[in-house]
């Protein structure tokens, strides 16, 4: 694994989560994946595409910055800021977070296997 692999992969998962591409959605996020939002819920991977597949949420913008990439062993650790634009439901979503994820490699495949986001603005 190397550092370019990471960020394609973070390249490729932040214009699917834009496009709502659950196809791509589906093969970067692993079947046992678990990630924290910032409400304290925690949420699985076909939780997470359900959002997508229902029309639930809509991403206007996105836009990723302050990146750090962590390679340990075949496991990458990933710190980033995301300032989001969109909409859950009726419930806007407008603001700046702080995601970190972590990527594994998985028959082959980069995948993420968990993560969590917090709220900085």
């Known amino acids: 694994m190397d550092i370019a692999k990471v960020v394609n992969a973070e390249i490729e998962l932040l214009t699917a989560v834009k496009n709502s591409d659950i196809a791509v959605l589906e093969k970067l996020l692993h079947d046992d994946l678990l990630f924290n939002l910032p409400d304290g819920n925690t949420i699985t991977k076909e939780f997470d595409l359900e959002t997508y597949r229902s029309g639930k949420m809509k991403i206007e ?4 910055s302050d990146q750090i990439i962590n390679l340990i062993e075949e496991t990458a650790v990933v710190a980033v800021t995301v300032s989001l634009k969109g909409t ?4 806007a979503i407008n603001g700046v ?12 495949i980069l995948k993420v296997i968990g993560g969590s986001c917090i709220q900085l603005a």
């Open 61 to 64: 913008s996105i836009e990723a």
């Open 88 to 91: 859950y439901d009726i419930t």
């Open 97 to 108: 977070f702080r995601y970190i994820r972590v990527w594994k490699i998985s028959n082959e």
